[in-house]
């Protein structure tokens, strides 16, 4: 069965809630970067459900689905990712209580999780990943759609 991630497009502010990944071992082409925050699917639970869940742990807050963004299909890590654009409704940021926090040794090599907040005119400078949803995400809100 093909793995889904499911990611959260969350407006903090002036900016956009994402996950800076720091000293990354287990990619050595790429030590540093930005995702969006989200996980995999678990059990029966709706891609909905499952993405609220993923922002709940990783960021300590609330959110609300809005809609679907994007769909991309990697064939490197054999998986289908779907963006959602949430709402903040509660909560504090940077709270998250997910494994990737716990100094479990399996996330050793995945290097350091820090929740920050981007300005919207900083999103261009970092490097998001992956490229091609970062490049919808730039033109979505030099267009005002986010």
Do not use: W
Request: net charge negative; aromatic share 12%; hydrophobic share 30%.
């Amino acid at each position: 069965m093909q793995r889904i991630r499911l990611a959260g497009i969350i407006p903090m502010g002036d900016g956009f809630a994402l996950m800076h990944r720091k000293d990354v071992l287990k990619n050595p082409d790429r030590k540093e970067y930005y995702v969006f925050p989200g996980g995999g699917q678990e059990g029966e639970e709706s891609f909905e459900e499952g993405t609220i869940r993923e922002i709940k742990e990783e960021f300590g807050i609330d959110v609300k689905i809005i809609e679907k963004l994007y769909e991309e299909y990697s064939e490197k890590f054999g998986q289908t990712t779907i963006y959602y654009l949430c709402e903040y409704i509660s909560g504090e940021f940077g709270t998250g209580k997910g494994p990737e926090f716990s100094n479990d040794p399996k996330y050793v090599d995945s290097g350091k999780y820090i929740p920050e907040i981007v300005r919207r005119e900083d999103i261009e400078k970092i490097p998001l990943m992956p490229p091609e949803i970062k490049q919808k995400f730039v033109e979505d809100i030099k267009n005002n759609r986010i």
